[in-house]
């Protein structure tokens, strides 16, 4: 169940047009493709990754995300905008039986377009931790999560 890189963070904003010019103009990442989460996000890259993903925050949440990741914080300013960190991993069976173990609680998601099935917990300070791993560990061993992104409304 080991983890193996930072893979992203997302940060809630007011103003979503606003604060993706400024990634792009400023440090020079570009907008790229993004899941269908039925929510609105924007994803930006450095070179061929994602490092940066982008959803509107405080009272402009939608129901989806709401539905898909919760949320913690109403902020749009200041550090409480910063709404997870997210890990690649693998050895999925692993890890949930470790949770389960340590009392720790956490929600199943699943990206089925991209290919990723997500765990997310909040680490003792409140920050929500995202960990991702491949579709096909969760399909070969008959897990299955509590919300698809697919299935959400439109």
């Known amino acids: 169940m080991p983890l193996s890189h930072l893979e992203h ?27 269908d989460f039925k929510f609105p996000v924007v994803w930006l890259y450095l070179g061929d990754k994602d490092v940066l993903h982008l959803t509107p925050g405080g009272k402009n949440t939608s129901a989806n995300r709401k539905q898909y990741l919760g949320q913690q914080s109403d902020d749009v300013y200041g550090s409480g905008v910063l709404d997870h960190v997210a ?29 990723l099935y997500q765990l997310f917990l909040l680490d003792p300070n409140g920050v929500k931790i995202e960990l991702n791993f491949a579709n096909r560990e969760a399909i070969e061993h008959g897990i299955v999560p509590e919300i698809k992104a697919s299935e959400l409304a439109s």
Do not use: C, N
């Open 87 to 115: 890990f690649r991993s693998s050895g999925l069976p692993e890890m949930l039986a470790h949770l389960k173990r340590e009392g720790v609680e956490f929600t199943q998601r699943m990206v089925s377009d991209q290919g």
């Open 9 to 35: 963070f997302l940060i809630q904003t007011a103003d979503l047009e606003k604060t993706r010019d400024w990634y792009v103009r400023i440090l020079g990442m570009r907008e790229g493709w993004h899941p």
